[in-house]
């Protein structure tokens, strides 16, 4: 029950400030062009409360599942002979495109505002996601060692397309679970083409991609528990781990080996500021294996950035995460790409809540990527997002005349029909998650 008032109190929280952030676009460009405001509302639905000023009802609906903000002359059923100079539809089509644009270029602006913020707080990256993508181990018995990759292997593209570093590997499995991929690898000398049949891990609720290849990377203390053996030996958090009794050990090693050496003294060969340190450490045993006590992570380093330089890296990870996002797309209508990963409402209140109990900062980048995604995909050119009346007006303008009111009356049906299917279709895929066999749950009938 904690869990879901939790999840509830999150989505409301994270939905707000994006639908408000959202609609504000919309509003302050309106009233730039004194476009006249009926209605400011969060949510849908039934008026539950709020306050009117001027000529606007700033108003709370029923539905939290988005918001809206109505112009006077907007409605395409109500749309008077002689508008009001006041109104939407009596304004040029580039102030209207401006209104209707204004929405995702303020979520964009979100993103790349937080984003900004949280890199001069200070950002964790991970070592090896710049650095080249060479396989450095390869599991046995994973996909990666079915299609005979080594390592050393650089990995060049995959399906076609250039994976320059490991982040891009990961992003390109990660969003393709049990699919075939093609791999082209450089060998030595050789360029080597391998097909890979990924398989399916769960991450946060969420079906991803895994091949069974990792870099060479070592590991790094994130935190030790108090009073235990790691603690007692003097290791602390930052330290990263370089050997294990004189052999090199490598983050995809590290745990095994802690696990199958429960009571043996061992000695750790260690980095500390820089400088090498040895410290002995006898792993306890907790259950039927050996543990040491500390949380880990894959070496990582912890970069501060200034103004500018933050608004730079700021704009450079969301450019990268909004083409992301558009390959994503594309591989999903091809059907290389998995719907499971596709989040609805309850997915995003599940994800709202763990990263409010995660913290401000992991809160805040949570914030960021959804708000991004939102800005975004508001623009594609479904008939009732903001991509699809810009495209109606755009039609307008390469034809030099407004369509008749019944082609828009019919447009506004469709759109809100396909509106009402995807959002059925988000909802039963954020059930389908929770259920045993998937979208296989849903056939009762072959049961």
Do not use: C
Request: glycine fraction near 10%; hydrophobic fraction near 45%; proline fraction near 4%.
């Amino acid at each position: 029950m904690g869990t879901l008032f939790g999840s509830i109190v999150a989505f409301i929280i994270v939905f707000g400030i994006l639908v408000f952030v959202h609609e504000f676009g919309h509003f302050f460009m309106a009233k730039l062009a004194k476009i006249r405001v009926e209605v400011f509302s969060w949510g849908y639905g039934k008026r539950l409360f709020g306050f009117k000023k001027g000529d606007t009802d700033y108003r709370v609906s029923l539905l939290p599942l988005g918001g809206y903000v109505k112009f006077t002359g907007e409605d395409v059923f109500e749309q008077k002979k002689e508008p009001d100079p006041h109104d939407f539809m009596a304004k040029k089509r580039w102030e209207r495109f401006l209104v209707l644009v204004m929405g995702s270029v303020m979520n964009v602006l979100l993103a790349v505002v937080l984003v900004a913020f949280i890199s001069m707080l200070g950002v964790s990256v991970a070592k090896y996601s710049a650095q080249k993508p060479v396989i450095g181990w390869v599991e046995a018995d994973s996909p990666a060692e079915r299609a005979d990759l080594k390592p050393g292997d650089q990995i060049l593209t995959i399906n076609s397309r250039w994976t320059k570093t490991w982040n891009d590997v990961e992003i390109a499995v990660g969003t393709k679970p049990n699919r075939l991929i093609t791999l082209e690898v450089q060998r030595g000398d050789e360029a080597v083409i391998a097909e890979l049949m990924t398989e399916s891990k769960r991450a946060m609720d969420m079906d991803m991609g895994y091949a069974g290849f990792f870099p060479n990377i070592f590991t790094q203390v994130v935190a030790v528990e108090p009073g235990s053996p790691a603690d007692k030996a003097g290791l602390k958090a930052g330290d990263v781990i370089k050997k294990i009794a004189g052999q090199t050990v490598y983050h995809h090693q590290f745990a095994e080996i802690i696990e199958k050496s429960p009571g043996e003294e061992l000695e750790f060969s260690i980095e500390r500021g820089g400088e090498p340190l040895a410290l002995y450490i006898t792993p306890r045993l907790e259950g039927e294996v050996g543990k040491i006590g500390i949380q880990s992570y894959m070496e990582y380093d912890t970069r501060t950035f200034g103004f500018f330089a933050a608004i730079g890296r700021s704009i450079k990870e969301n450019t990268k995460l909004a083409f992301v996002l558009f390959n994503y797309i594309r591989d999903l209508m091809v059907g290389e790409a998995s719907v499971q990963q596709v989040g609805g409402p309850i997915q995003i209140a599940k994800y709202s809540y763990t990263f409010l109990r995660a913290g401000f900062i992991s809160m805040l980048s949570f914030i960021a990527f959804v708000s991004l995604q939102l800005g975004v995909i508001n623009l594609f050119p479904i008939p009732i997002a903001d991509g699809g009346q810009i495209l109606v007006l755009g039609l307008e303008g390469a034809f030099r005349r407004d369509f008749s009111l019944k082609v828009k009356q019919v447009l506004m049906m469709i759109g809100f029909a396909i509106f009402i299917f995807l959002l059925g279709f988000l909802i039963l895929n954020d059930v389908a998650r929770t259920l045993p066999n998937g979208w296989e749950s849903y056939l009762f009938w072959k049961k």
